[in-house]
């Protein structure tokens, strides 16, 4: 059974910097297309960024693009998301999810494995 575990949210200042990292179990992560999406009070789920299962694509929501940056280690099992220039808006909850080689990156529904989420909160 796969596993998703994401780490790093906290609370940071506009301008500022995190890192969220997303831990994989239970299956061959090599083959696991990782995506980043987040929820806000009140707002749908949406995309943020995504990485193919091959590591060669990467793909960003309009709104984060040349801030965040998304990587992967397949030999750690990990998906890590780069957070720079962070503004309030970015404030949710950030969630990873896996699929097997899932190729529709930006729709939720392609991916059927989701961690628990981590808290980001940005001050303005």
């Known amino acids: 059974q796969v596993q998703l575990v994401e780490s790093g949210g906290g609370l940071v200042q506009a301008g500022g910097s995190l890192r969220l990292s997303c831990a994989f179990s239970g299956g061959t992560f090599s083959r696991y297309s990782i995506g980043w999406f987040r929820q806000a009070p009140g707002k749908e789920r949406e995309f943020v960024a995504a990485?193919?299962?091959?590591?060669?694509?990467?793909y960003y929501a309009d709104s984060v693009k040349g801030r965040f940056t998304i990587s992967r280690d397949n030999n750690k099992n990990t998906v890590d998301l780069q957070m720079n220039s962070l503004k309030p808006e970015d404030t949710a909850v950030y969630y990873c999810a896996a699929d097997l080689y899932a190729t529709t990156y930006a729709v939720s529904g392609s991916y059927g494995y989701w961690g628990q989420g981590t808290q980001v909160t940005v001050s303005s």
């Open positions: 990485i193919s299962w091959h590591g060669t694509n990467t």
